[in-house]
C-alpha cells in the first residue's frame, strides 16, 4: 500500500534494460513514459519502433524548447526523405563502414549520393533520433533490413568517439521496440560493448519464443539474459513465466507474473551496481 518513486539512474542505465510483457499489458506505455522523461531531462533520445505508434505518440509530445533537436525517419513519408547513404564512410572506420545494399522500396533513402543524417552529430549533441519502421507499411523484410542497418549506423557513430575521453561522451538512450526484429547473433557484442561508447540500451519485446524461435538466436536470448542489469517484467503466459521467475524468486512466483494487472510490472532493477530485491510497481 505504500507509494513510493522508482528510481532509475543513469550510472544503473549504463548496463542496460530488458523489457517483456504480453501484447496490452502496460509496455509501450512504460516506454513512452521513459522516453518522455529522458526528452524533458535533456538527454539524448533514440527511438526505433516498428509498429509506428510509439514514434507517433513520442513525436506529439516533444516540448517546445527542444524542437530544434529533432531527427525524423518516416519511410512512408515520401515527400521528405532522408538519405542514408550505407554505402558512405569516413577514413577513420572504413573497415568497419562499408556494406552491400539494393532494395527498390528503400532505395529513395539508401540510395543517395550522400547522407543528410550525421548519426555522430546526433549522439554527440544530444538529438531525438525517432524512426518510424511500421511494418504495415514498409513489410517484414524492409523494416528487418532498415532497422538492422540503422542500429548499426548508430553502433559505429558510437564506436568512433573511442579517442574522446570516457567523462566527454555524452550519453545515448537508444530504445528498440520488438527488438528480435533487428537482432543477430552479435547481440551479445552489442550489449557487453555499448555502455563503454555511451550508448544505453532499453529493449523490449513480448515473449521469449520470439528471442528463440530458430536456430542459433538462443544465444540471443543468453545474452540478454545475461547481461542486462535491470529486467522490468509485465504479465506473462506460463511458459515465459516458469522462464523469469528465476530473476525474481522468492519474492515472486511464476503464478505470480501470470497474474500481474495490466499496468504493473515486477522489477529487479541494478542500484548503485547491485541487484535490488523484485518488487511490483
Known sequence: GDYKDVRFSRADRSRH???????????STLLYNMI??????????????????LYQQVLESIPRRRVDDVVLVDPSDFKHSVGINFLEYDATNKPVQMNFITNA?????????????????????GKIFL????????GQSDTQLLGMLIIGKIFTAAMSRVKSRMERRRPMFLYVDEFQNFTTDTVAYLLSEARKFGLYLTLANQNLAQLSATSGRQNILDAVLG???????????????AKMDVYTRPELQAQDLQELPDFHAAGRLLVKNSPSRPFVF
Open 17 to 27: 534494460c530488458y523489457i517483456i510483457g504480453a501484447t496490452g499489458t502496460g509496455k
Open 36 to 53: 518522455r522523461q529522458d526528452i524533458e531531462n535533456g538527454e539524448g533520445v533514440a527511438v526505433i519502433d516498428p509498429h509506428g505508434d
Open 105 to 125: 522500396l528503400l532505395r529513395p533513402i539508401i540510395g543517395q549520393p550522400k547522407s543528410t543524417i550525421n548519426f555522430r552529430e546526433i549522439i554527440d549533441s
Open 131 to 138: 524512426v518510424n519502421l511500421s511494418k504495415g507499411l514498409l
Open 227 to 241: 547481461n542486462v542489469g535491470t529486467t522490468l517484467i509485465f504479465r506473462l503466459g506460463a511458459v515465459d513465466a
